[in-house]
């Protein structure tokens, strides 16, 4: 949970007739609103609406997802000016019969309202992901920037192995990332956006972003027969490059990346 002066907000998972996205705010006393009939259509997500009740700005359950097993995993706080305005979150929304995911990234006003409408550049919801398994675990802020954190399995050989995948959403964009969708899963644009790849030979995972710089946390494995590392990676702000880490760690300029056996 993220506490602010006005309560707690927290996101996870409700099983309804399907899985769904959570994300609750509460009072100081940890008290939300009263949500009538859970487990049935009062609070299964429609598409059309995701409120399932709310005080206002100070209370509130709303309900997020498709058609299969969805989950959010990571909150924050979105602010304008100084002034809190809604929420961010992310977690996984199933993809396929195959039980594969794409990284869902939810943009709330401070009601917890949220819309699939592709024009709104507020309060909207996407999905990042290629044809394999991708899964988002950590949000946080570099500025007025969105940084999204988590692994990716659609641009690995073999592909049960997954990769760190960190992705910058720059506002005014209605959530649309750079098109990542070439060769390595990773781009670049004009406007400052990126989708950025980091791994070795094994299974990687950005499991925590810090707010305020382009800082990524989780978990690596040096090949695919060698034990997890903890990792830690500081990646150019404009770009998300980051220095040459084939050795297992470096540092150079502004970057860094560091591992340490666990």
């Given amino acids: 949970t993220n506490g602010n002066p006005s309560g707690y907000i927290f996101t996870g998972q409700t099983k309804n007739a399907s899985s769904d996205i959570w994300l609750i705010k ?21 598409g059309a609406g995701n409120v399932c009740c709310s005080n206002g700005s100070s209370q509130f359950v709303s309900v997020f997802g498709g058609t299969g097993t969805d989950e959010g995993r990571s909150v924050t706080q979105n602010w304008s000016s100084g002034v809190p305005s809604g929420f961010a979150l992310v977690g996984t929304q199933y993809k396929d019969a195959a039980n594969r995911n794409d990284i869902a990234l939810i943009k709330t006003d401070s009601t917890g309202f949220s819309t699939t409408n592709p024009s709104e550049v507020n309060f909207y919801q996407r999905l990042y992901g290629g044809t394999q398994d991708d899964n988002g675990y950590s949000v946080g ?6 940084l999204v954190g988590g692994l990716t399995k659609s641009w690995t050989s073999p592909t049960f192995n997954s990769d760190f995948w960190l992705l910058k959403i720059i ?10 969708s070439g060769a390595n899963g ?20 950005g499991l925590a972003i810090a707010d305020g710089g382009v800082v990524l946390a989780g978990f690596g494995d040096k090949s695919a027969t060698a034990s997890s590392d903890v990792w830690l990676i500081s990646a150019n702000l404009l770009n998300g490059t980051t220095c040459d880490y084939s050795g297992g760690s470096c540092s150079a300029d502004s970057t860094r990346v560091s591992g340490r056996q666990i």
Avoid: E, H, M
């Fill in 186 to 205: 990773n781009c670049v644009n004009s406007f400052g956006a990126f989708v950025q790849r980091y791994g070795l030979d094994g299974n990687d995972a």
């Fill in 26 to 46: 509460t009072d100081v006393g940890g008290v939300s609103c009263a949500v009538s009939g859970i487990g049935s259509s009062a609070c299964i997500y429609s």
């Fill in 171 to 180: 506002p005014g964009s209605k959530g649309d990332a750079c098109p990542y």
């Fill in 141 to 146: 802020w570099s500025g007025i920037n969105i």
